[in-house]
Nanobody, 120 residues
Framework: VQLVESGGGSVQIGGSLRLSCAASGRLRCMGWFRQAPGKEREGVARIYTGIGGTEYADSVRGRFSISQENGKYTVYLQMDNLRPEDAAVYYC??????????????????WGQGTQVTVS
């Protein structure tokens, strides 16, 4: 399974960005993690494909939204009201089986290359 991310870039504080992740295979769950310089990678949002169950980190709940394109293994992360602390490399992650937990990166078998998000 290959995951191809797009949509990163630079944005002003309070602005919005939408990240995309397109997968080459069938998956049960897809999600986003991020890693800022000097920090550990952390889970951001997760969706169970087909059934739509979502999970968010407390730090982004209410500002970020994860969704799936109908009929495709493509997910989006809509990021609104961005803050400086949201700046990081964002990684798409996925797995063929349940469960996938934002608190356990080992539950995601497939990873993208990452896309940079800068907030200033």
């Amino acid at each position: 399974v290959q995951l191809v991310e797009s949509g990163g870039g630079s944005v002003q504080i309070g602005g919005s960005l939408r990240l995309s992740c397109a997968a080459s295979g069938r998956l049960r769950c897809m999600g986003w993690f991020r890693q800022a310089p000097g920090k550990e990678r952390e889970g951001v949002a997760r969706i169970y494909t087909g059934i739509g169950g979502t999970e968010y980190a407390d730090s982004v709940r209410g500002r970020f939204s994860i969704s799936q394109e109908n009929g495709k293994y493509t997910v989006y992360l809509q990021m609104d009201n961005l803050r400086p602390e949201d700046a990081a490399v964002y990684y798409c992650a996925a797995d063929r089986e349940y469960p996938c937990r934002l608190t356990d990166q080992n539950t995601f078998a497939f990873w993208g290359q990452g896309t940079q998000v800068t907030v200033s």
